[in-house]
């Protein structure tokens, strides 16, 4: 009696929600983008992770310099890209939620907990991942973590996923092959015949054609990637009107994310009697900021970016890291410790690898596009390297320490 | 047959590969997340699949119910240039909204400064235009069209 209540139920709601739009070729199309888009995130993504937290095997490529910039411009910018594929692939298949029973049989139950799994993750990893370049922490776990754990389970499932539709993705692979060809009638009705009104008269009264969806999904991909990408590259940054960051803000034309004030640092940084320390086993040299100052000077063009997608390129002016080092006769071939004068932060302490340590472009910054850096980007002086993310590029220094 | 064969370890290799990676994913979540933490991230993951099977699609499916009897007297072709340029709208906004309710909470200086309750106005009335020039010239096309070859 309740299983035929269920199923009336299900099949009054599925007659509601069905249109003829819907088929199993449009899941394919859309499902082909949101893959790409997703397991672009995803490579990209683990190349971020790998130069904050790196394994032993990770190589950091310094060139070109705006390898950062542009890897986790794409990462921010397919993520967005994914909101509005996601949307319509999951609309595409709503009926699928409606059938009944529920639960068919064992294998079905666990295929639809792992479909359950790949959609409830994939929906929060967009929305969390979006709201997170916002600056806004609204949810009760952490975020990089997180975000970094439900990235492997959401690709595991994509392509656990492909493994179980493998033969409705290849009957429908192209519009020639089997499956799309021939008419398709189920429960949502067919529309291969509908496209194949477009021409006379289209799907229907009122109803538009998978065409004209996918061109509509198309556009509003478009409209959110080209409204927010202007904070990752600069061709785009005349329409940046929806993206958290944009270029050209903040002290000296570049975006600030953590101030002296969050880091409760500008005391400390302000001190006449603020020295750089540079130490490789037993040799300790202090530097005042006028030592640094009449030491060789180099100007480089190097962009600072964010794990948040956006950058800045800037003109940097300072000493480079590979003259310290032999200061204290050390190699340049040296992994450091350098330590900031903030009292804590995730980021007090960081470690720089020997590829970031030699690199000539590697500089302990004092300037910044032509004028003494600001307190807010890390006065006395600052790290910038080549390639790597902003968290890293460390501010208002104390320390260098050979390892 | 042996196409079939490749086809069927294609499939294994993939899901098991697939099984795996989530599996990984799945048990490096414990290692760094504490169970009140676990908690959260379950909880926030039935809400979005509870807000977007509830609550999303059914609003969207109205809306097309409405986009359906609204687009019936229009050209076919219009009709979709209506459709897409709601969706369009639709998704920036909750794009806008998201921005504005997070600028609301924001403390920091150089993040979130642009006005974006100014710049979706401007999105909606750039659309707009775009979308009744299209929908304005294609049944005017439209009904020249009819009118040469009546039916």
Known sequence: MHKRDGRQLTEWLAAKFASPTRSTRLTVVVGRWLGIAFTVCFLTGLFSHGLQNPPAWMVFPTRPVWIYQLSQGIHVTAGIASIPLLLAKLWSVYPELLSWPPIKSVAHGLERASIALFVGSSLLQVTTGLINTYKWYPWPFPFRETHYWLAWVIWGSLLLHIAIKLPAISAHWSRRTRGSALANPDATGTTDAAEV????????????????????????????????????????APLNLFAPRRMGTGPQGVPVNRTAADANVADAAMSPAWALLVSSGSVDRSFTLEQLKAMPQYSHELPIACVEGWSQLATWRGVRVRDLLATVGASPESDLRVTSLEPEGAYRIMSMPAEYARDDQTLVALELNGRVLDLDHGYPARIIAPGRPGVLQTKWLQSVEVL | MSERKS?????????????????????????????????????????????????????????????????????????????????????????????????????????????YATNLAWFWAVLAVVAVVAVVL????????????PR
Not at chain 1, 210 to 232: D, E, F, I, Y
Not at chain 2, 56 to 63: G, H, I, K, R
């Open chain 2, 138 to 149: 294609l049944e005017r096309r439209g009904r020249r069209g009819r009118s040469r070859r």
């Open chain 2, 7 to 115: 086809r069927r370890t294609i499939r294994l290799g993939l899901g098991a590969a697939g099984l795996a990676i989530l599996g990984y994913g799945l048990a490096g979540l414990p290692s760094q997340l504490g169970p009140a933490q676990l908690l959260g991230l379950v909880t926030w993951m039935a809400v979005a699949i509870l807000l977007h099977d509830g609550v999303l699609v059914p609003l969207s499916t109205a809306a097309g119910f409405g986009l359906t009897r609204a687009g019936s007297k229009l050209q076919p072709a219009s009709a979709a240039v209506l459709r897409g340029a709601l969706l369009t709208g639709a998704l920036v906004t909750l794009l806008a909204l998201l921005l504005l309710k997070a600028q609301s909470v924001a403390r920091k200086s150089t993040v979130l400064e642009s006005d």
């Open chain 1, 197 to 236: 009104e477009v021409g006379t008269g289209g799907p229907g009264p009122g109803r538009w054609s998978r065409r004209a969806l996918l061109t509509a999904v198309t556009a509003a991909t478009g409209a959110v990637v080209v409204t927010t990408a202007g904070q990752s590259f600069a061709w785009l």
